[in-house]
Each structure stands twice: as structure tokens, then as C-alpha cells.
């Protein structure tokens, strides 16, 4: 089965930066590309940051310049480096493969931006 487990969150003033890791089982990962995804209160999932399994990278206009994603095959570990914070970011964030079927989702992680 594949299970996806989602860290890093937490509460962090305006401007200042968080690191998410995803960890993956399951899936043969080095193969698949895989997003991070982000969904706040009352709005749909949306797709901010992604990477290929030939390292090629995508973001959303909201997040371009301020976040990097990144993957680790060897730990089959994704990763999305979060800077210049705003309180717009704040959402649980969860990563899934980019190909359908998705994976089942996770519990994802919370992230919170205020002052």
C-alpha cells in the first residue's frame, strides 16, 4: 500500500521560511513526478509545486521565487522549501504523486502564517 507521511508545518511570523518533507513508501518513486499541494479553509486543493522524476520543476505563479521543491530518491524523500512566508500561504500542504490515479492522501501538514 502506499502510505504518505507529511512534516515540517507549523506557525511561523510573516517573511520567515519552514522546510516540508514528505516521505514516501509504496511507489516506485524515483519513477514519478510529485507535487506538493495545498488547501486552506473552505477552498479546493490546489497544486503549488511539482518535480518530475527527471528533476524538472513547476510552481504556481502565487509561490514562484519564494518556494523550492526538491526531491531525494535515495531516501525517497520530496521536499518543499517554503521562504518569504505570507499569511496567504497558510493551508495544510500535502504531496501526492502528479499522475492519476493519486495516491490516497495524507494527514498533511498544518501551516500557519501570522503575526
Known amino acids: 500500500q502506499v502510505q504518505l507521511v507529511e512534516s515540517g508545518g507549523g506557525l511561523v511570523q510573516p517573511g520567515e521560511s519552514l522546510r516540508l518533507s514528505c516521505a514516501a513508501s509504496g511507489i516506485i518513486f524515483s519513477l514519478l513526478g510529485m507535487g506538493w499541494y495545498r488547501q486552506g479553509p473552505e477552498k479546493q486543493r490546489e497544486l503549488v509545486a511539482s518535480?518530475?522524476?527527471?528533476?524538472?520543476?513547476n510552481y504556481a505563479d502565487s509561490v514562484k521565487g519564494r518556494f523550492t521543491i526538491s526531491r531525494d530518491n535515495a531516501k525517497r524523500t520530496v521536499y518543499l522549501q517554503m521562504n518569504s512566508l505570507k499569511p496567504e500561504d497558510t493551508a495544510v500542504y500535502y504531496c501526492n504523486v502528479l499522475r492519476s490515479p493519486k495516491a490516497s492522501w495524507g494527514q498533511g501538514t498544518q501551516v500557519t502564517v501570522s503575526s
Open positions: 518535480i518530475t522524476n527527471g528533476g524538472s520543476t
